[in-house]
């Protein structure tokens, strides 16, 4: 029988004594990346591409409109212990913004991911004071964009994981595309003349330039303004002009309006979209043979395609 060396034979025994044994790995272990992002869409992104190197905390929490938004006490002091911060831009939440970039001027390492889309595909709405659409997500493409500075910012705060979170975010990418692609052939199962997309606020048009939907909201793309009675008849009287089968609520806006239009026009509520935020972690749905969680983002945008598709055909 082989037999240790006398020398490597009493190292190991004093080891096992001591306590030398650890778990594999364990003394090579570092502590998570600490960071924080203001929505769901943001964190969910954050964490698909730092995997198990990052410990994201999101300051909102599912079915949270980040429009009206106001940061707690406690929301000031995670920002001020995170060694990055992520925050989508484009004014989406709102005054919160305007601290977060404050910060970003001081030193901080603040990222507005959506700063990563070209101008030239960001939509402009009239009555948004000039601003940007902020709903970018909404199109798997234009979402795919906002990987590259959410990974290098984590590489910059953490060198060592580079190639890990390069790893990742082509990965998503890829998924991403997939996506789209899905989404795609899934609307287009919808005859062109119903393909009519009527929300709570505008924060589709993304979606539906992606996906050749016309998009018709009660209210714009902030939730600030309240819908009036003018916008609720308006959108009524479009229901039953060109005959839309259904409505939608949105998972964080209050359902009232569209409640209110179709009993007027006489339209079934297709079922609830996610907007601005994305549901509960784990939150399971099934549609097409295919079961999937609406707390990421891969899973809401599945449920917001198939809803739609559903209802309309």
Not at 139 to 156: E, F, G, K, N, Y
Request: with cysteine.
């Amino acid at each position: 029988m082989h037999r240790l060396p006398t020398f490597a034979h009493a190292f190991t025994c004093l080891a096992l004594l001591l306590g030398f044994c650890l778990p594999t790995g364990a003394a090579s272990a570092v502590p998570p990346l600490r960071v924080v992002a203001t929505t769901t869409l943001v964190a969910d992104l954050v964490r698909v591409v730092g995997g198990d190197r990052v410990q994201v905390q999101s300051l909102m929490g599912p079915g949270v409109d980040p429009h009206l938004y106001k940061a707690s006490a406690g929301d000031m002091s995670a920002l001020g212990s995170a060694r990055v911060i992520f925050f989508t831009g484009l004014k989406l939440e709102g005054r919160m913004e305007d601290l977060l970039r404050r910060m970003g001027q001081r030193g901080r390492q603040v990222v507005a991911v959506a700063d990563a889309i070209p101008s030239d595909q960001l939509l402009r709405k009239e009555g948004a004071e000039g601003h940007p659409d902020p709903h970018v997500w909404g199109d798997p493409r234009l979402w795919s964009l906002a990987i590259t500075p959410v990974r290098d910012s984590l590489t910059a705060a953490d060198p060592e994981g580079a190639a890990a979170y390069a790893a990742r975010a082509a990965a998503y990418r890829t998924q991403l595309d997939t996506l789209h692609q899905w989404a795609a052939s899934r609307i287009a199962t919808i005859p062109k003349p119903q393909r009519v997309l009527i929300t709570s606020h505008d924060a589709f048009a993304y979606f539906g330039r992606a996906y050749e939907l016309d998009v018709v909201a009660v209210q714009g793309i902030s939730t600030v303004a309240e819908a009036g009675l003018a916008d609720i008849t308006r959108v009524a009287d479009l229901v039953k002009q060109r005959g839309v089968k259904a409505v939608f609520v949105e998972s964080s806006v209050p359902p009232g309006t569209i409640q209110r239009i179709s009993k007027d026009a006489g339209a079934r509520v297709g079922g609830e979209l996610f907007s601005d935020a994305l549901g509960t972690p784990g939150e399971m749905h099934e549609a097409g043979g295919e079961r999937y969680d609406v707390g990421t983002y891969l899973g809401m945008l599945k449920h917001n395609v198939n809803s739609v598709a559903d209802a309309l055909r």
